[in-house]
């Protein structure tokens, strides 16, 4: 793997899944197959947290864990290939990697069967993991939404192999003009590329949710959802992605294995997802 620093975020409060708990064990069968020198873990807390009126579902404990995260990556040497956990894993990830660089000039990838954009007022849940990309906007509650110079900008995200949006998802991203490539235009890479250069950026985050991938190919998901990509697809579309733009950080998340064996099963496809992001690239000299 090329030089990257990992940061394990074994977050579950994000979730709204009867499953939720795995996403530990998953984080936990990652981690066992990275570097241990280059390995960081963050203490997420056993408590659920409260909602303290916010809307949003254990927020308590979400808020300490952007904070602990955030600890971590100041001292980590980027790239940073966030492991977790729910989908809001790589929360203060993500806003670190933005406002670690110039404005404008990091374009977000979210690969993931399910758009992440409701906010408080459209979540039929109130879980944030299906709110995290809204609160990377800056719309969300104190301590969660990206503010200043780490605030996301809808021009620069991207929604890839989407196809699971609520009614109030689908009405944000049409009246915002979101950029989604969904898995059919995944068949040729070359329309992920095209449509990350439209943003203008020169760097990219990988967000990868595993559920991003067609339910035939990986068991230990939550939310699967049929028609998704494979995993070839998912990995071509990485390398792609990252021969034509600056790694700024990525992340692989949602893995919630039913048990120690069928987390086994699944990661030969999970380390070429990690392999792909942190691998040397073909046509490296």
Known sequence: MSPASFLVVPQWQGSSSSRAMRLIDGADAIRGDLPTTATH????????????????????SLTLVRELAEAELAVLEAPVVTIGGDCAADLASVQHAVASH???SVAVVWFDAHGDV??????PSGAFHGMVVRALLGDGPDGLAATGPARLHHEQLVLAGTRA?????????????????????????QTLVRAVEETG?????????????????????GFPEPFGISPE????????????????????????????DAAGRDLPV?????????GPLRDAG
């Open 165 to 189: 949006l609520d009614d109030g998802e689908s009405a944000f991203v049409d009246r915002m003009g979101i950029r989604v490539v969904g898995p059919d235009d995944l068949e040729d890479p």
């Open 102 to 104: 110039p404005g404008g």
């Open 41 to 60: 873990c963050v203490a997420v807390p056993a408590a659920a947290g409260e909602a303290l009126g916010t809307g949003v579902l254990r927020y308590s």
């Open 201 to 221: 950026a020169s760097c990219v985050y990988l967000h990868v949710d595993l559920d991003v991938l067609d339910p035939s190919a990986v068991d230990g998901i």
């Open 233 to 260: 697809q998912l990995c071509e579309a990485i390398r792609v992605l990252r021969g034509r733009f600056e790694l700024a950080g990525a992340s692989v998340t949602e893995f919630a294995p039913e048990s120690p």
């Open 118 to 123: 409701n906010n408080v007022s459209t979540s």
């Open 270 to 278: 999970i380390l070429r997802v990690l392999g792909a992001l942190t």
